[in-house]
């Protein structure tokens, strides 16, 4: 097992499917059931029920799908620590954010960050509900996440 497979793995999770994982990993179908294939041959189990062109997680997927995270999340922080010896230059940061936050002020930041620092990508997922942002953050899918409610975030736990 490595953290290429992991990745492969959790775009299956994150897009729904192989054909919309491959199409994000710019990757031929293939070549990602075939990866996500020798992943289940090392692990000894099945990650996915395939269902004609439907997949839906298996217990062990489920089960893999933090852990993956984590190992990917410890992979990127290692290079970011390497390269913030010498300042950050490159990398990648996911945000999850409700709809009305997106425009203000994470527009506004963004553009900020990005003129300070060009080279590192900034991406923003959609999360419709102060929950579903809790949720992102908790699981590793983004690094940040914006709400606005008017309670106190909602327990994860």
Known sequence: ??????EYFLAVVDHGGF?????????????????IR???????????????RRVVLTEAGTALIEPARTAVRGLELARASVESVHGLRTGR???????????????????????????VSVTVRAAFTPRDVTEMVRTGV??????????APPDTE
């Open 93 to 119: 940061v996911e945000i999850a954010a409700m709809p009305s936050q997106a425009v203000a002020p994470l527009t506004g930041m963004i553009s900020r960050f990005h003129r300070a620092h060009p080279d």
């Open 142 to 151: 983004t690094e940040l996440g914006l709400l606005a409610s008017p309670a």
């Open 1 to 6: 097992m490595d953290v290429r497979q992991l």
């Open 19 to 35: 054909n919309r994982a491959a199409t994000a990993l710019y990757l031929s179908q293939p070549s990602l059931s075939q990866a």
């Open 38 to 52: 020798t992943l289940e041959r090392d692990l000894g189990s099945e990650l996915f029920h395939r269902i004609g």
